[in-house]
């Protein structure tokens, strides 16, 4: 099993190269492929050195399964060259996600619909992956009728250059900017860039996003995304109208049984989700379970993941063991 790792140099594709790692995927020859600049640096890969590789020769090379985070522009120019050449390209840019002939894949949701003509396969959002894993098994046992989402979001999404920007501001040096304004002690509520409708495309994503993985666009979705100043990972408070009558302790077991989701809910013992906690580990983790006591048949709970790891990278791979298990690639 060859598996190429595009933008293997970027935030996300170091993540990536360290759940392959972690999950002992037995690879042949592991593909490195980052930009021009850095061809022919070495990255580390279970203890060896490999030196990365231009888009071109890595085609050249036809992997199995190509796992890409380089980026929109990236993935539009040669998500499909690895794809006509055979190779299955997991793609976590927004590229693909929303059209039509593209899967938009939560393992643990809807693998089941993978086949081997799908050569192309969407990663979701990393807000929006944690959200429809929690989502999901609500969906299926009750019926979701509307979500009203906020959430709160780790610098890390934006990538390396916010991270510098924080530290500088909380050492108190001057250095480039990846937003507006300062991001140390401040919460800014403008995730990408704003749309004609007032929305910013982050906020979108969850909106169609959830729709299509759930596969029901009767759902109504509202979000305001905001930035904070934390690494760990994404936060997201969210009311949820159901379609039918609940009892809060089924909504718990529900979730609690559901593979990928660790209940923290214990207001006795300040026992919630934290991105401080949820950083490094996979699971998505839900608490602060609560009826809704304006409205009926509602409910608010809090949800918190690792961004980069089930928001990302996890994902991917998860997508890649999924097909190799499954025989849809070889």
């Not at 299955?88 to 039509?100: G, K, P």
């Not at 390396?160 to 304004?181: C, I, P, S």
Request: a neutral charge; charged letters at 20%; glycine letters at 6%.
């Amino acid at each position: 099993m060859n598996i190429a790792v595009v933008g293997v140099t970027g935030m996300v594709g170091q993540v990536m190269l360290r759940v392959l790692e972690e999950r002992n995927l037995e690879i042949t020859t592991l593909i490195p492929v980052a930009s021009e600049k850095s061809v022919g640096t070495e990255i580390t890969f279970k203890g060896k050195q490999i030196k990365v590789v231009s888009m071109e020769d890595a085609i050249a090379m036809k992997p199995h399964i190509a796992l890409f985070s380089a980026g929109g522009s990236v993935s539009l120019e040669f998500a499909p060259q690895f794809a006509a050449a055979g190779t299955t390209v997991i793609d976590n840019s927004s590229a693909f996600r929303m059209q039509a002939n593209t899967k938009l894949i939560v393992p643990e949701i809807n693998a089941s619909t993978l086949t081997r003509d799908d050569k192309i396969i969407a990663n979701p959002n990393c807000s929006t992956i944690q959200l429809v894993m929690a989502m999901a098994p609500l969906h299926r046992a009750y019926g979701i009728k509307r979500l009203v989402i906020s959430t709160y979001q780790s610098i890390t999404g934006t990538g390396v250059k916010a991270v510098e920007q924080l530290d500088n501001e909380m050492a108190g040096k001057q250095g480039a900017l990846a937003y507006h304004y300062p991001i140390h002690r401040n919460a800014i509520p403008a995730c990408d860039v704003f749309e004609d409708n007032g929305y910013t495309k982050e906020e979108l994503k969850l909106v169609n996003e959830t729709q299509k993985i759930l596969n029901d666009n009767s759902i109504g979705v509202t979000a305001t995304a905001v930035r904070i100043p934390v690494v760990g990972g994404h936060s997201e408070s969210v009311n949820i109208a159901l379609r039918k009558e609940f009892n809060i302790s089924d909504i718990r077991k529900l979730l609690a049984a559901t593979e990928g989701i660790t209940v923290q809910d214990n207001p006795d013992t300040n026992t919630y989700p934290m991105p401080l906690m949820a950083q490094g580990k996979d699971a998505v983790f839900v608490g602060r379970i609560r009826r809704d006591l304006s409205q009926e048949n509602t409910l608010n709970m809090w949800i918190v993941a690792d961004n980069l790891r089930k928001g990302a990278a996890t994902n991917a791979v998860q997508i890649a063991q999924y097909l190799i298990a499954n025989k849809i690639v070889s």
